[in-house]
T-cell receptor, first 112, second 114 residues
Framework: AQKVTQAQTEISVVEKEDVTLDCVYETRDTTYYLFWYKQPPSGELVFLIRRNSFDEQNEISGRYSWNFQKSTSSFNFTITASQVVDSAVYFCALSEWGKLIFGQGTELSVKP | EPEVTQTPSHQVTQMGQEVILRCVPISNHLYFYWYRQILGQKVEFLVSFYNNEISEKSEIFDDQFSVERPDGSNFTLKIRSTKLEDSAMYFC????????????FGQGTRLTVV
């Protein structure tokens, strides 16, 4: 069965620190899609990135970067120079026949 | 920018009452979903809907739940007889293509059953 594991329940950092959020997934599919979503305190789910299984290039978007490693079934997310506004719950998700299977989420707290 | 709209943002209902949660997906999207998030927990899939029928449902989506797309724009989730454990945030989502595109989520409806 498909599964997404985010082992870090909570992370607390001080502003300007770098932080990496881990995501490990399980799937028997050869083609699959992975996602990261951000849920700020206001509650909505904000899409951050989509990655397909054929593209193992790492991606950088401003202070955000993602490291996809098929060999270890991981799709980790790094925030460089964290800011207070990055405080949120971050979810990793795997797409299976259209539905998203979410991990438990990692609550990131960035303190000034 | 197109967005998924959900109403109401917060609904309080008495146990045993019926509730209807409403969603307007993005207009050129073909796949529609409902998800549930109990406070402090992960987001869980409830049901997917395509071509005017349910394509998949989870074990949470029992006979008390139903979905429909009555007029080609609205997408509704009905809970026939609410229970205390139905209290959660309910998210509607839509996608243009089944797997390769991101799901756009509405802002959620917080359902409180008292």
């Amino acid at each position: 069965a498909q599964k997404v594991t985010q082992a870090q329940t909570e992370i607390s950092v001080v502003e300007k620190e770098d932080v990496t959020l881990d995501c490990v997934y399980e799937t028997r599919d050869t083609t699959y899609y992975l996602f990261w979503y951000k849920q700020p305190p206001s509650g909505e789910l904000v899409f951050l990135i989509r990655r397909n299984s054929f593209d193992e290039q790492n991606e950088i978007s401003g202070r955000y970067s993602w490291n996809f490693q098929k060999s270890t079934s991981s799709f980790n997310f790094t925030i460089t120079a964290s800011q207070v506004v990055d405080s949120a719950v971050y979810f990793c998700a795997l797409s299976e026949w259209g539905k998203l299977i979410f991990g438990q989420g990692t609550e990131l707290s960035v303190k000034p | 920018e197109p967005e998924v709209t959900q109403t109401p943002s917060h609904q309080v209902t008495q146990m045993g009452q019926e509730v209807i949660l409403r969603c307007v997906p993005i207009s050129n999207h073909l796949y529609f979903y409902w998800y549930r998030q109990i406070l402090g927990q992960k987001v869980e899939f409830l049901v997917s809907f395509y071509n005017n029928e349910i394509s998949e449902k989870s074990e949470i989506f029992d006979d008390q739940f139903s979905v429909e797309r009555p007029d080609g724009s609205n997408f509704t989730l009905k809970i026939r007889s609410t229970k205390l454990e139905d209290s959660a945030m309910y998210f509607c989502a839509s996608r243009k293509v089944r797997d390769s595109t991101e799901a756009f989520f509405g802002q959620g409806t917080r359902l409180t059953v008292v």
